[in-house]
Structure formats: C-alpha cells, structure tokens
C-alpha cells in the first residue's frame, strides 16, 4: 500500500487549503483514514481521522476549522482546512489503518501559514 498526500502550499491566516492522500495497491474502503502533523521541534500530533462508518474525530484544536472526508470511488482522502491559524503550520501525514493494525504512512505536506 502506498499512500501520496498533496495540496500542501503557503497560505495568509485566515485562508483554506484542502489535502488529499490517494492511496495505491488497496482499496481505500477497507481503512481508517486520517492524518497527523508535525510542527518543527515538535512531537507529532493527531488531526482527524475517519473510520469505515464515515464517523469523523478530530482534535480540539481543529474542530470547526478542519473537514476530513474520503471518497472510496476514488481511493483518496481530504483534509479542507478553513480558517487557517499560523499555528497549524506544520509537515501534514495522512495514514490508512487496516483491521490487521498496520499503519501506511504518506510522505507529508508543508502547509504554512503566515501571519
């Protein structure tokens, strides 16, 4: 399984971007989806995720900015991220979790946001 996160660029505060993470070798309905971040000099942190029902989670920090969703027709996930906080800067790393418990990682996104 192969995972490919794009759509990471520079935006103002304020602005929107949205990640997507196509997934390769499998179908993307058989995993929890989800992404992590990780800004400089800090541990890496959970985002959001979404499990095979379509149930959403996220962590405080993102709730009412961020949307993951995921289209299996495509194989692919997203993160739309409005609202954009200086502080959300950081390398973005989406991930599919199988029922075995193995976790694929993509190879991250820079999102940066000015000020």
């Known amino acids: 399984v192969q995972l490919q996160a794009s759509g990471g660029g520079l935006v103002q505060a304020g602005g929107s971007l949205r990640l997507s993470c196509a997934v390769f070798g499998r179908t993307v309905r058989n995993y929890v989806m989800g992404w992590f971040r990780q800004a400089p000099g800090k541990e890496r942190e959970f985002v959001a995720a979404i499990n095979l029902s379509g149930n959403t989670f996220y962590a405080d920090s993102v709730k009412g900015r961020f949307t993951i969703s995921r289209d299996n027709a495509k194989n692919t996930g997203y993160l739309q991220m409005n609202s954009l906080k200086p502080e959300d800067t950081a390398v973005y790393y989406c991930?599919?979790?199988?029922?075995?418990?193995?976790?694929?990682w993509g190879q991250g996104t820079q999102v940066t946001v000015s000020s």
């Open positions: 991930y599919a979790l199988a029922n075995s418990g193995t976790t694929y």
